[in-house]
T-cell receptor, first 117, second 112 residues
Framework: DGGITQSPKYLFRKEGQNVTLSCEQN?????MYWYRQDPGQGLRLIYYSQIVNDFQKGDIAEGYSVSREKKESFPLTVTSAQKNPTAFYLC????????????????FGAGTRLSVL | SQQGEEDPQALSIQEGENATMNCSYK?????LQWYRQNSGRGLVHLILIRSNEREKHSGRLRVTLDTSKKSSSLLITASRAADTASYFCATLFNNAGNMLTFGGGTRLMVKP
């Protein structure tokens, strides 16, 4: 988990509420990612960002939003439009683009577990 | 989308035994990676094998890649209770930029 900090570890959302999950990295990585993991399942990509001020939708972006104003930070907002937000959310980053192999290896935070009240 | 599929979904073995888990994928890849996830934690990168490599070793881990069959296997030798975790393969498809596609994982339990 070193180098990527996710907070909070646990989060509870009330119906109709937007909540924001924090992800900060000090690895000087260009790319950052958000994944959703449901119990016993693999990872599904929500959003990713290859560079500051740019991001793209992943496979399950509906009901989520992101921003990438700083290289170190990639917060994820779970909006009220996401009707089934209960899941484990993982943030990851990968290396600078001039290292051909290293850029593909992803480093993960410890995750945020989101539940609905 | 999850194009990597792993089997078995779950595996239970005794300490000291070897554990083998497999990953299959559908389209040509640049490289394939294996990650480990302890319960309730983030993933940790274990090993990467490029599409032009057939086998790679790292400590007690051995990874093979058969691009003709579009499959890979991860072997953990002389398993320990501390190896209990979920193991995921992740593929980097050609023309996918930095995007990895993760499989559904194999949940390994090593009994002491």
């Amino acid at each position: 988990d070193g180098g990527i900090t996710q907070s909070p570890k646990y989060l509870f959302r009330k119906e109709g509420q937007n909540v924001t999950l924090s992800c900060e990295q000090n690895l000087n990585h260009d790319a950052m990612y958000w994944y959703r993991q449901d119990p016993g399942q693999g990872l599904r990509l929500i959003y990713y960002s290859q560079i500051v001020n740019d991001f793209q939708k992943g496979d399950i972006a509906e009901g989520y939003s992101v921003s990438r104003e700083k290289k170190e930070s990639f917060p994820l907002t779970v909006t009220s439009a996401q009707k089934n937000p209960t899941a484990f959310y993982l943030c990851a980053s990968s290396g600078s683009r001039d290292r051909a192999i290293a850029k593909n290896i992803q480093y993960f935070g410890a995750g945020t577990r989101l539940s609905v009240l | 989308s999850q194009q990597g599929e792993e089997d078995p979904q779950a595996l239970s073995i005794q300490e000291g035994e070897n554990a083998t888990m497999n990953c299959s994928y559908k389209t040509s890849i640049n490289n394939l990676q294996w990650y480990r996830q302890n319960s309730g934690r983030g993933l940790v990168h274990l090993i990467l094998i490029r599409s032009n490599e057939r086998e790679k070793h790292s400590g007690r881990l051995r990874v093979t890649l058969d691009t003709s069959k579009k499959s890979s296997s991860l072997l953990i030798t002389a398993s320990r209770a501390a190896d209990t975790a979920s193991y995921f393969c992740a593929t980097l498809f050609n023309n996918a930029g930095n995007m990895l596609t993760f499989g559904g994982g194999t949940r390994l339990m090593v009994k002491p």
